[in-house]
């Protein structure tokens, strides 16, 4: 347990029961002390697949370690269910694929201390370790974005009463993207600081397949509830990228124009159409390879899904079009945490109109 000095705290890990899970435990168990007093895993793999986690829990982490279910709702969801089991005043949230520094506990302890009274969360330092003998790859360099990203819950502490007051989590995040944007603006704009603390953890690249950057393109639904939610500036408040979805709407248009001028019989436009199409895609391809290790099976993964991406990510932007068309902008919550029911239910925050 920590002393009088320290401030209490939990650690709430959402998992899907990666092998890394036991490697995130073991750092934290020798991260010094103060130790949580509580470190809550939230099985949040889908409840078709109901059997033990299997992870190896360290003995110095045993009695003050809980698992509860998730239930497949994603990490917002899960995170919701972790920091509402606990009732320490400090909740840091780490990954199930994470691995805390040495140091990382008195880090932690030091940098909540040094919090203000107005200051609302506390943000870790995120290292991703590359490949030095090699340029990395393009998920390899997709994942040390991490390490300029803004509120990351990869190593990210609230107070709970800040957690109380807007809310949580939105459960309408269903993946590991922008739901910790979202929750940072609107902590901010329930006027709270957000601080960057000392504490380094490490986020190792996970392993993936040729097609993880076309299952990214899912992320384009979650921009559109940002939109919906903060308003269009929050890419410039959150420290976010753009990204190329105008190029990518572009490319997809021009290859939708072929098509359709191929079935109108109008053999000119469609050629100009496709040409554009190749050239977009081609623009893309060597965008991606260019800073890469440009390894034969690196450049085949580029080629493949630069052709896929653009449309790929035009239908999920399409579909966040219609699955948040009547998310209403979020609305600011009073300090006496007073809101009024939310009518769609989900634990979600409450927006401006309903």
């Known amino acids: 347990m920590t002393n009088g000095a ?3 705290y939990a650690v709430v890990i959402p998992t899907l029961g990666r092998p890394s899970l036991s490697v995130t435990l073991a750092a934290l168990a020798g991260a ?64 199930d694929d994470t691995v805390p520094g040495p140091t990382w506990a008195a880090d932690l302890a030091a940098d909540l201390a ?4 107005r200051t609302g969360g506390s943000q870790g330092t995120i290292v991703v370790p590359l490949p030095d003998h090699r340029r990395p790859t393009d998920w390899e360099r997709s994942t040390a974005g991490l390490e300029r990203s803004l509120w990351i819950t990869a190593d990210m502490a609230y107070r709970r009463a800040v957690l ?23 902590v901010v704009d329930a006027g709270w600081d957000l601080a960057r603390g000392a504490r380094t953890t490490l986020h190792p690249v996970r392993p993936a397949d040729r097609w993880v950057s076309l299952r990214q393109q899912a992320g384009n639904a979650d921009d559109v509830l940002m939109n919906r939610l903060h308003g269009r500036r929050w890419w410039h408040r959150a ?54 290790p440009r390894l ?19 239908y999920h932007w399409a579909v966040g079009l219609l699955r948040h068309r009547r998310a209403a902008p979020w609305r600011p919550v009073p300090e006496d945490g007073h809101r009024s029911a939310d009518p769609d239910g989900g634990g979600r925050p409450v927006p401006a109109h309903h």
């Open 239 to 292: 420290g976010a990228a753009r990204g190329r979805l105008p190029r990518h709407l572009a490319v997809t248009g021009c290859l939708v124009g072929a098509a359709a001028a191929a079935l109108g019989r109008r053999p000119r436009a469609c050629l100009a159409l496709t040409g554009l199409w190749l050239a977009g895609s081609a623009e893309f391809a060597l965008a991606r390879i260019a800073p890469g």
């Open 114 to 117: 040094a919090c203000g009274p």
């Open 32 to 95: 010094g002390a103060p130790a949580p007093e509580r470190v809550v895993l939230v099985d949040d793999r889908p409840l078709t697949d109901c059997g033990p986690l299997d992870v190896a829990v360290p003995p110095a982490l045993r009695d003050r370690i809980t698992v509860v279910a998730g239930c497949g709702n994603g990490p917002a969801a899960a995170r919701n269910t972790g920091w509402r089991s606990v009732a320490q005043e400090w909740v840091a949230f780490l990954d």
């Open 164 to 186: 109380e007051q807007v809310g949580g989590f939105d459960e309408r995040f269903r993946r590991a993207f922008r739901e910790d944007a979202d929750l940072a603006l609107r």
């Open 296 to 314: 034969a099976d690196e450049v085949t993964t580029m080629l493949l899904t630069s052709a896929a991406i653009p449309p790929a990510a035009g």
């Open 6 to 8: 320290d401030p209490s």
